[in-house]
């Protein structure tokens, strides 16, 4: 704790300019960068630059299924500095608690959604959380809505940060034709979980949500980060879809600097079984779900809750 405050206080205000900078551009990025690109290509077709969006729209449709067969990995925009003061503004950690084996695949259960994923896009699609030397052979994979690959522009710069679609298609070709060595990130609560996102509650949506090698994650503290839920919940019983409707720190819009930390549980081992019965099914995700409550209450307290934080499943 003392350490963590003297990071702090030896921040120059340059050092936290550049990191709300950081911050910003990700806030700006999640949830403008997508409809503007489509906007934008709307707009050229109605100009003497017909032609690019044309162009564009036709590589797109060539192009269509790349995202469900592995996409298009670079380490140049995962490797990208500014990535770093992102995960210093909060900051985020990543805590390990369990090897993983680099001769298998996993799927990784993170939770919860919070309003914008911070930890698990900063330690599962950047180079700058020591994943790579933490967890050496396993190549993070963060499975976001399939949706957001037929944005025209932004599936390029998702798919070059190394994010793949949240779909079977996906999911069956990392898994079962890429080689080992892979790890599948899904954030399970989805759009409903983020509605939970309320200072000092940690609620999971969970009980109902079911489905290789499995392990579970828990990011510890996200839920302190914006503020906005009932502002989201009363928009979802009149027009029936939650918005991203929040109030953070500086400008509303930047969240509070307030440590989050990843923590990777250890892995449980699932048979392969080509025609589940429901008793499996119901067997492995309780299973999940308790060695998911038992490391959120092994690490709340380092991670800055209470003793009488509780995690609630719903």
Wanted: glycine share 8%; with cysteine.
């Amino acid at each position: 704790m003392g350490s963590a405050l003297k990071g702090k206080e030896d921040k120059s205000q340059w050092k936290e300019l550049i990191e709300d900078i950081s911050v910003l551009q990700w806030v700006f990025s999640f949830l403008f960068l997508g409809v503007a690109c489509l906007l934008l290509m709307i707009y050229l077709m109605f100009t003497s630059l017909w032609l690019i969006p044309t162009l564009y729209f036709s590589w797109q449709i060539y192009d269509w299924h790349t995202p469900e067969r592995g996409g298009r990995r670079t380490k140049f925009v995962r490797n990208w500095k500014v990535w770093k003061h992102y995960r210093d503004y909060f900051p985020v950690k990543l805590v390990k608690t369990a090897e993983l084996n680099p001769s298998k695949n996993y799927i990784m259960g993170c939770h919860p959604h919070g309003i914008m994923c911070v930890g698990a896009f900063s330690c599962f699609s950047t180079y700058h959380n020591g994943f790579a030397e933490t967890f050496p052979g396993i190549y993070p994979v963060l499975a976001i809505l399939a949706g957001l690959f037929r944005l025209p522009l932004f599936r390029e710069y998702i798919l070059s940060a190394g994010l793949l679609p949240v779909s079977k298609e996906s999911l069956d070709f990392l898994l079962s034709r890429t080689g080992v060595g892979n790890a599948v990130v899904i954030i399970i609560g989805g759009a409903e979980e983020s509605l939970t996102s309320s200072p000092g509650v940690n609620t999971v949506v969970m009980k109902h949500r079911k489905g290789r090698d499995t392990n579970k994650t828990r990011r510890l503290t996200e839920t302190n980060l914006y503020v906005g839920r009932q502002l989201q919940a009363l928009f979802k019983q009149i027009m029936g879809f939650a918005p991203c409707l929040f109030t953070g720190g500086r400008w509303l819009l930047l969240p509070f600097r307030r440590p989050v930390t990843t923590v990777v549980g250890c892995p449980i081992t699932v048979p392969k079984v080509d025609s589940p019965s429901q008793e499996q099914v119901d067997h492995y995700h309780s299973l999940y779900m308790k060695a998911l409550s038992e490391l959120f209450h092994k690490h709340k307290t380092s991670c800055g809750l209470a003793e009488t934080h509780e995690l609630r499943f719903i």
